[in-house]
Nanobody, 124 residues
Framework: QVMLKESGGGLVQAGGSLRLSCAASIHTFSRYTMGWFRQAPGKERDIVAAIRHSDGREYYADSVLGRFTISKDNAEKTVYLQMTSLKPEDTAVYYC?????????????????WGEGTLVTVAS
């Protein structure tokens, strides 16, 4: 069982930046494709970004392309999401996800473990 713990959420003004972190408690972290999903109030949970286990290739949703950057530190067993030029529509609970030997983009039905989520609020 992979345990994931997100941190770094909070309140930020539009145009600002935040960095989310997700720490994983697992020995074989390098085998996992990692991703970030988000769920805004009243909406479905959607993928934001993912990074493939095998080669570090990245995937981004169109809505965040050019503003968000995902990175993965296998030594620290942590995945990050650097968010810049934040918009009010980025307000959501952000979830970390792990998919063993997964493809990108990660499909929700393929996720092996989810974090509990961290709230990001972007004020206009």
């Amino acid at each position: 069982q992979v345990m994931l713990k997100e941190s770094g959420g909070g309140l930020v003004q539009a145009g600002g930046s935040l960095r989310l972190s997700c720490a994983a408690s697992i020995h074989t972290f390098s085998r996992y494709t990692m991703g970030w999903f988000r769920q805004a109030p009243g909406k479905e949970r959607d993928i934001v970004a993912a990074i493939r286990h095998s080669d570090g290739r990245e995937y981004y949703a169109d809505s965040v392309l050019g503003r968000f950057t995902i990175s993965k530190d296998n030594a620290e067993k942590t995945v990050y999401l650097q968010m810049t030029s934040l918009k009010p529509e980025d307000t959501a609970v952000y979830y970390c996800a792990a998919d063993l030997f997964g493809r990108i983009p990660i499909r929700q039905e393929d996720v092996d473990s989810w974090g509990e989520g961290t709230l990001v609020t972007v004020a206009s």
